[in-house]
């Protein structure tokens, strides 16, 4: 583990410290768990979009080149 130093405003301080107090742990542990919470929800919201938007293509026959090569009309081949 490493230590780092951040600064709080005045109003997330006191919150931080009264959670503390009420489930005796230390704002480190609160924060450290926090930071786990947003990384896991984010991992989640990324594979959710990937599992909607998963074979959306499936139904259309795409060639692939040309479809680039259209896209990148403007450089040279």
């Known amino acids: 583990m490493r230590r780092t130093q951040i600064y709080l405003d005045e109003e997330i301080y006191e919150r ?12 480190s542990e609160i924060i450290r768990e926090n930071l786990r919470h947003m990384r896991i929800s984010d991992v989640t919201r990324m594979k959710r979009a990937l599992k ?8 259309r026959e795409v060639d692939v080149e040309e479809y680039v090569r259209d896209v990148r009309k403007d450089r040279k081949r």
């Open 16 to 27: 931080l410290k009264a959670e503390s107090r009420i489930r005796k742990v230390s704002m």
């Open 52 to 59: 909607e938007t998963a074979g959306i293509w499936r139904d």
